[in-house]
């Protein structure tokens, strides 16, 4: 996924095309079988984007959406989708919810794939993202 994040970046920078990521986090009991939820939410991710779009597993516990030709407030109403399937997924065995936490970050003009992910992440691990108040989903 890094790979397809490089090349969508050098597009950007070469055409200054909006390009933004959504960096969901699924935190699961430990007990669980992660192979098992990492399987189910990544069905829920690819129902709700685009076939331009990528989505890949960044590590135990995220994924990463790559959208080309997303403006930041496209992404953010994605991200409200997202989260709210999210939310409402319950493992079949037990019905427990996991809980979830998500970040978004566009491109910026002269910006290396690097820094856009380090945003990103640093939005989920200070969980100072917060998505506007304006998309609450009622």
């Known amino acids: 996924i890094l790979k397809t994040l490089s090349v969508h970046v050098s597009r950007s920078r070469r055409y200054f095309n909006q390009l933004s990521m959504i960096m969901p986090r ?4 430990s007990e669980l079988n992660h192979e098992n939820i990492n399987h189910a939410i990544a069905g829920i991710l690819r129902d709700k ?6 989505v890949g597993h960044w590590n135990m516990s995220d994924f990463l959406l790559i959208l080309p030709e ?6 953010n109403k994605l991200a409200r ?3 709210f399937q999210l939310n409402r997924f319950k493992l079949p065995d037990n019905q427990k919810k996991i809980p979830t936490s998500i970040a978004i970050s566009s491109w910026r003009k002269g910006e290396d794939e690097s820094s856009l992910l380090k945003r990103v992440i640093e939005q989920l691990n200070d969980h100072r993202y917060k998505l506007p ?3 609450r989903i009622s």
């Open 26 to 29: 699924v935190i699961p009991d």
């Open 70 to 75: 997303t403006d930041e407030e496209s992404a």
């Open 81 to 83: 989708k997202i989260k």
């Open 133 to 135: 108040s304006t998309s």
């Open 49 to 54: 984007l685009r076939w331009v779009d990528d």
